[in-house]
């Protein structure tokens, strides 16, 4: 059964700075990855979708990677700002069109 | 273009009581899921309809919990009897297509439980 975790479990950092979270999933055997962003009393919203034969995609300033033999992902914030204070949760989608989550990331960005 | 709509978007019961959530996912979509997100915790698939056939129902609590998809359209989660530990928020996706991992899902806003 695939396994998705995620570390640090919570991030506090000041505004402008760049950050990286981490995600890690045990079966490389996935269809894609994704990073969905959720704020307090919302749902999520998806982020980035990387195809399992794609290395990386980017939008604004963020920028997600996929090493699929490693099974890592990770998500880089480009000069962070408060309002990008919320949990993040990658998700891989393996055989059978399963969709599993990680734990997320709670990140505040601190003015 | 509308989203996923969920009600009621919170709840509150007495163990041993029963709840029914509702979701109408956006028009046109022929896959939909419900997920169970327990505080701190990243959500858990309970099942998934593609049209109004169930695909996955592995991870739902078959005792308690029951779901189904009319005309392929909107959904219902029923939980019958609610236990303490069923307090959590369930979200609603639902997908475009039926097959494969090509498209991302779109999440309703959630309905939080609360068990007491």
């Known amino acids: 059964k695939q396994e998705v975790t995620q570390i640090p479990a919570a991030l506090s950092v000041p505004e402008g700075e760049n950050l990286v979270l981490n995600c890690s999933f045990t079966?490389?055997?996935?269809?894609?990855l994704q990073w969905f962003r959720q704020d307090p009393g919302k749902g999520l919203t998806s982020l980035l979708l990387i195809q399992s034969s794609q290395r990386e995609q980017t939008s604004g300033r963020l920028n997600a990677s996929l090493d699929k033999s490693s099974g890592r992902s990770t998500l880089y914030i480009a000069a962070s700002q408060p309002g990008d204070s919320a949990t993040y949760l990658c998700?891989?989608?393996?055989?059978?069109?399963?969709?599993?989550f990680g734990t997320g990331t709670s990140l505040t960005v601190i003015p | 273009e509308a989203g996923v709509a969920q009600s009621p978007r919170y709840k509150i019961i007495e163990k041993r009581q029963s709840v029914a959530f509702w979701c109408n996912p956006i028009s046109g979509h022929a896959t939909l899921y419900w997920y169970q997100q327990i505080l701190g915790q990243g959500p858990k698939l309970l099942i998934q309809?593609?049209?109004?056939?169930?695909?996955?129902d592995s991870q739902l609590p078959k005792d308690r919990f029951s779901a189904e998809r009319l005309k392929g359209v909107d959904s219902t989660l029923k939980i019958q009897p609610a236990k303490l530990e069923d307090s959590a928020v369930y979200l609603c996706?639902?997908?475009?297509?039926?097959?494969?991992?090509?498209?991302?899902?779109?999440f309703g806003p959630g309905t939080r439980l609360l068990v007491l």
């Open positions: 996706a639902s997908r475009l297509g039926t097959s494969g991992g090509q498209e991302t899902q779109y």
């Open positions: 079966d490389s055997a996935i269809y894609n």
């Open positions: 998700a891989v989608t393996s055989g059978g069109n399963q969709f599993y």
């Open positions: 309809f593609q049209n109004n056939g169930v695909v996955d």
